[in-house]
């Protein structure tokens, strides 16, 4: 959908970074390392950090995102700072003819997802919506033994991080990392990867709130009713009043059942369990970047689409209304409808 430019071809991509925290840095690290980019500049929130990453990796540093996305010798902007700021920096970038990598979510608004996807195709630039969980170890192991279990019939997908204390940063707070389950919107890309479109969605949520929009924890309960009739229950908690971690996904068939916890996996049938071996989470930035770096140069397909990314945020979104309405949310092709 989206050609490299003939200048690409025989010229390294000139590369901007906003952000400078854990996945910022692994962003840089594979763009020195890769021979076909060249890393010109980087902006942070913090002075004296965008200073010490721009020195670490030998770039320049700017003040302001703003700077970045003007300058004409950047051919491609990398988005890695706080979900609030996501929507805003790639709408000026594609406006300014970059191409685009961002993080997830692409927008913490529903809306400006779906225009900055019809701006990115209006400017014939590329607009890639990072997923790599669906380059994991786990997600492939769940691909390759679905079959194994028949006709799926419930899934739980559970990830609990207590923190005491919790930390106060933007992840702990509302406006910047945005509703539970579309700041980490991974937990329902890899159900809608899985397991395609969703019918309804309901959900709970719980803040235990601090000072000045920032909470100590955050406890969220979802469940979806797939279109294929499978049912999902996410459940996604961080913070002070959790005590026991938990990153377990179960599959549960009718000829056999799917579990994965922490990095083991197991595949459970009729009273044997066999193990499943779960790949590394290690080197995925890395292996995105360079997926990215193939498809400017040779067109080579990526392995998500930024359509498929907005669909999981229109569901995400639709969990966000049945949160706040208490109300069971019914998805349409066009939007989401309450009940």
Not at 67 to 91: F, K, M, Y
Not at 114 to 134: C, D, F, T, Y
Not at 270 to 295: C, N, Q, Y
């Amino acid at each position: 959908m989206y050609n490299s430019e003939a200048a690409l071809e025989t010229a390294k991509v000139r590369v901007g970074l906003v952000g400078t925290g854990y996945a910022a840095k692994l962003r840089a690290e594979a763009l020195v390392g890769d021979e076909r980019s060249h890393l010109v500049a980087i902006v942070g929130h913090q002075p004296e950090n965008t200073a010490a990453f721009a020195q670490e990796y030998q770039t320049f540093a700017l003040t302001s995102w703003e700077q970045l996305v003007e300058r004409e010798d950047i051919d491609l902007v990398v988005i890695s700072t706080i979900n609030r700021d996501h929507g805003a920096i790639a709408r000026a970038a594609l406006l300014q003819g970059k191409h685009v990598i961002v993080e997830y979510p692409l927008s913490v608004d529903v809306t400006e997802a779906e225009e900055l996807i019809a701006l990115a195709k209006s400017q014939n630039k590329l607009l890639h919506v990072e997923h790599i969980e669906l380059l994991g170890g786990l997600h492939q192991a769940l691909q390759q033994n679905l079959a194994q279990i028949g006709n799926i019939f419930y899934v739980r997908y559970s990830t609990i991080n207590p923190q005491h204390p919790a930390p106060r940063k933007w992840t702990y707070n509302h406006e910047l990392f945005g509703f539970p389950l579309i700041g980490a919107l991974s937990r329902l890309h890899r159900l809608t990867d899985l397991f395609g479109k969703v019918f309804a969605v309901n959900c709970h949520q719980r803040y235990w709130e601090t000072e000045q929009d920032y909470y100590q924890t955050c406890f969220c309960i979802s469940q979806l009713c797939f279109e294929n009739g499978l049912l999902a229950q996410v459940v996604y908690g961080k913070g002070e009043t959790l005590w026991q971690p938990e990153r377990k996904f179960e599959v549960h068939g009718e000829k056999g059942g799917l579990i994965f916890d922490g990095n083991t996996g197991s595949l459970i049938q009729s009273g044997e369990t066999t193990p499943i071996e779960v790949g590394t989470r290690r080197g995925l930035f890395a292996k995105d970047t360079t997926m990215v770096l193939d498809h400017l140069f040779h067109g080579t397909p990526l392995y998500v689409t930024p359509e498929a990314s907005l669909y999981t945020l229109q569901v995400a979104d639709a969990i966000q209304r049945a949160a706040q309405t208490g109300l069971t949310i019914f998805m349409s092709d066009s939007a989401a409808e309450s009940l």
